[in-house]
């Protein structure tokens, strides 16, 4: 290998580079000049496919708006053991309330009850009814306090010049922390500016918990409030709706505190994170599972009927003269012309107790009229129509396959004493085994993530992984779940595809020629 | 302290830009979204075509996609391009909307046409008003339509005819949703009418509906879009279902269908505009413009014309007339009219904007078991 690379060296093209340099570099204009040609395409897929599909299965661990939207609480609670059974301290509740009443004005709240709500029910309404009562907590009773004292804290002016100043930010943490994110939200939110407006009573809230820490400021009229009548935040929020007594629900919300979460993929099946650790759902919450486990099952049979049906139309279709196959072909095409939906339609005609084939079968006398068949709204339903539908993609690679087959194969066999049945099935059946591959592997990989038929006509029994997915995108706006489950599909399709090139090998699978 | 100081100094800079911006013409592109069918046909005949009419120029686009107006919605803000002017929604999304902070908050009395009869909008519109960001349009009702020919000799006159499987034996057709379905079977098994949202509050209250339903589950095709239930009876498929009003008016008086009407606990519920929060000036400018002329009285009573909707304006409901192909008088149909609304249930919007998620959920996955 050396003795080669240093003879290279000797050998140079007219331009005194050696011969192996200049090589490279034809080939690497060449490499780049087919990159180039498929570079449209490729930015195309993946600024339009990749990249969204990318994002969309990041939701499916991202938890962002928890901590973002409930910053001091999450913190507060890091003291907080859940293990004892009791709500969290007042420490808690009172940087909930700050977190609250600010994410209210943002409108935020609501969105972050949805969230919550997913890992424990009942959580969404606790965030709706008390964000409304926030604004109207009895801690006004601090502001008029302060107010009444001295005026100056009353003047907006005053704030913004004690908020500029070191010395008062050093001292009173929480107070300069409560001020900033109610300067910012007077700006962001109403356009206002902060020299100009009221604090809201938050900031009075958090002065008044500053100085009964001993913080003080020495640039503030200086206020006794040890005397005050204190307002207890967490009656204030039990009042407003008692579930914030339960500690369950404040484990949940530690729980899922961070900025990253398994809780999507658990939920995906049938799972959930507990302060103690992993525990399955109760068992009026478990879905999942069986509809995976359904969805698998439904497209193998699926899968299994189109190879039923197709193989002896397309062994039809490649065995009869050309003339008549092509009008076959034409007929198996022709559903392919008619959009999904006009077809699915029309198995609903076709399937339901007064449809087409109940009535059929009444009138022949195999089913009684009061005791037709139930065809549709359930897996059955699911079953007809979509082997229907997906027939053509089995009948198609197993027809150029099967034309590919010398007949006189067969002849050979038969001349050598083999019956029909035995030259068809080890001689002709083993060579069209690629297409059966072919055709299955279609058929199942689009079965699995069919949508619009089970929905149609699967009823209740009959709907697959995809409905849900679709129903969290669209109705109950659970993107996180939806992107757990399409991650787990698009991992199940591809583990499928593994193990098949294990037991069947990619390499028989023809789709023609 | 950096943060507090640049806030101070930009926020003066923000409060001038705003005022600025005011000043504004209006858009001539506007895109409307709604449910579709006849319900769209009375908008575009009753509102938009009146209004194309009187402005040279304008052009309206319509989107059919109310129905996942939420989700749509909330996408186009998380991406920071709303494409829609002005959407129709039911009173629960709109609420849900609001929340959020994706529909625009609305002064009433300032933005819209104040009523015929001198009264001012947000007391013309009363009750229907259900939100801040609501602009009412139609009061409507979910109700049950049967087959007159499956029933037997005895027309069912209560709505616990849903649940009694014995004397109306055969499929039933019911939403693919918590709303309504949970009111009604709290109020078959014995819940007074008045407790049922308190009861459904509770836990308990809620597995009891759930029990309730169990008991039909079996025989019940849930519906997504209302024009199924029609069609379902239509085909002889259920012997009763729920839908709206209008969706059974058409197939009783348009189609001479063989269904009847049970109005008995119908649930009353309304339907109106909101518009997205932050949209620009000048598209800002013209919703309003249009809004306000399609939701004042006479355009109110007008889209009645067209479908068994009542309006939502209080002064509209004397003009409301006759069909306008039909030539039948239309107040005998609305929902409100005397004789169909002798037990009424009116939807309350508090409870489902909080409940909503929670009892989704539950609903979903006990339709899954």
């Not at chain 1, 000797?10 to 090589?23: E, F, I, W, Y």
């Not at chain 2, 600025?20 to 006849?38: N, P, Q, R, Y």
């Not at chain 2, 749509?72 to 929340?99: F, H, P, Q, Y």
């Amino acid at each position: 290998m050396t003795d080669q690379t240093s003879g290279a060296d000797l050998l140079t093209t007219a331009d005194g580079k050696s011969l192996k340099s200049s090589l490279n570099r034809a080939l690497r204009r060449q490499k780049i000049r087919a990159l180039m040609l498929i570079a449209p395409l490729l930015l195309f897929i993946l600024i339009s496919f990749i990249a969204p599909i990318f994002d969309m299965l990041l939701r499916s661990v991202e938890n962002q708006i928890v901590p973002d939207t409930i910053p001091r609480t999450i913190e507060a609670l890091e003291e907080w053991d859940a293990d004892t059974g009791e709500a969290p301290s007042e420490e808690v509740f009172a940087a909930f309330y700050t977190d609250l009443a600010i994410a209210e004005e943002y409108k935020t709240h609501t969105r972050l009850g949805s969230r919550l709500n997913y890992e424990k029910t009942g959580i969404s309404s606790m965030f709706r009814s008390t964000g409304r009562r926030v604004g109207r907590f009895d801690t006004d009773a601090y502001t008029d306090g302060f107010t009444d004292a001295d005026a100056a804290f009353a003047d907006p002016a005053q704030w913004a010049a004690w908020m500029a100043d070191d010395a008062v930010r050093a001292s009173l943490p929480l107070t300069t922390d409560a001020y900033d994110a109610w300067a910012l939200l007077t700006v962001e939110e109403n356009n206002d500016i902060p020299a100009e407006e009221d604090p809201a009573d938050f900031v009075y809230t958090a002065l008044y918990r500053d100085l009964m820490n001993g913080n003080t400021a020495a640039a503030m009229p200086a206020v006794d409030v040890s005397a005050w009548e204190p307002v207890v935040i967490s009656e204030q929020f039990i009042d407003a709706n008692d579930g914030w007594a339960d500690p369950e629900v404040w484990a949940t919300i530690k729980t899922y505190g961070g900025t990253y979460t398994s809780g999507y993929f658990l939920n995906s099946v049938d799972l959930q994170l507990t302060p103690d650790g992993v525990e399955t759902r109760p068992e009026d919450e478990r879905i999942y599972i069986t509809l995976f486990i359904r969805t698998i099952v439904l497209s193998i049979l699926i899968t299994g009927s189109c190879i039923l049906l197709g193989y002896p139309i397309a062994y039809l279709l490649a065995n009869l003269p050309l003339r008549s196959a092509n009008v076959l072909m034409i007929l198996v095409l022709l559903p392919f012309w008619t959009s999904l939906l006009v077809r699915t339609s029309a198995w609903k005609v076709l399937l339901q107790n007064q449809g087409v084939i109940n009535d059929i079968l009444v009138w022949i006398g195999i089913v009684a009229d009061d005791n037709r068949l139930e065809l549709i709204n359930n897996a059955t339903g699911t079953i007809i129509a979509m082997t229907h539908i997906l027939l053509p993609f089995m009948i198609l690679p197993l027809y150029s396959v099967m034309k590919t087959i010398n007949p006189s194969y067969v002849r050979a066999a038969k001349s050598m004493g083999a019956t029909d049945w035995t030259a068809f099935w080890r001689v002709y059946f083993p060579n069209s085994i690629p297409g059966i591959g072919a055709g299955s592997i279609l058929v199942f990989i689009l079965a699995i993530g069919y949508y619009i038929t089970p929905e149609l006509v699967g009823g209740t029994k009959g709907v697959f992984i995809s409905n849900r997915i679709a129903y969290h995108i669209s109705s109950s706006l659970n993107w996180g779940l939806a992107a757990a489950l399409g991650s787990i599909l698009l991992v199940l399709v591809l583990a499928l595809y593994w193990l098949y090139d294990r037991l069947v090998g990619i390499d028989n699978v023809k789709l023609g020629g | 302290m950096k943060l507090t100081k640049t806030l101070l100094a930009t926020s003066a800079l923000t409060v001038a830009a705003g005022a600025a911006m005011a000043e504004g013409h209006m858009a001539s592109d506007m895109t409307l979204v709604s449910w579709g069918g006849a319900y769209q046909s009375s908008q575009i005949n009753a509102y938009s075509d009146p209004y194309l009419a009187m402005n040279d120029g304008v052009s309206i686009v319509w989107d059919e996609s109310s129905a996942e107006a939420v989700a749509k919605l909330r996408a186009m803000a998380e991406s920071g391009n709303i494409t829609w002017d002005l959407v129709d929604v039911e009173a629960a999304d709109a609420i849900r909307l609001c929340d959020e902070g994706l529909a625009m908050e609305i002064d009433h009395d300032e933005m819209l046409a104040a009523g015929d009869d001198g009264s001012s909008a947000s007391d013309d519109f009363g009750d229907s008003i259900i939100s801040d960001c609501f602009i009412p349009q139609i009061v409507f009702s979910t109700t049950v339509g049967y087959r007159t020919d499956m029933v037997g000799d005895t027309a069912p006159e209560s709505i616990c005819a849903i649940f009694d499987t014995d004397a109306y034996p055969g499929k039933r057709a019911l939403n693919k949703r918590p709303l309504a379905n949970m009111e009604w079977a709290l109020l078959c098994d014995g819940v007074a009418k008045d407790e049922i949202y308190d009861v459904l509050a509770t836990e308990e209250g809620q597995d009891q509906a759930f029990a309730k339903l169990d008991t039909i589950k079996d025989d019940v095709i849930w519906w997504t879009a209302a024009a199924e239930t029609p069609q379902l009876l239509a085909d002889g498929e259920i012997v009763m279902g729920s839908t709206y009003n209008g969706r059974l008016f058409a197939a009783i008086a348009e189609q001479d269908q063989p269904i009847g009407m049970l109005w008995d606990a119908q649930m009353l519920d309304f339907d109106g505009w909101v518009i997205p929060a932050d949209l620009p000036e000048d598209r800002l400018a013209r919703v309003m413009d249009f809004v306000s002329f399609a939701t004042d009285t006479q355009r109110l009573a007008d889209q009645a014309a067209y479908i068994s909707y009542g309006p939502a304006r209080a002064s509209s409901a004397p003009l409301v007339g006759t069909h306008a192909t039909l030539g039948i008088e239309m107040a005998p149909h609305m929902p409100t009219d005397p004789a169909n609304s002798q037990n009424v249930f009116v939807t309350q919007y508090d409870f489902w904007a909080d409940y909503r998620d929670d009892l989704d959920a539950k609903f979903q996955a006990w339709l899954a078991q």
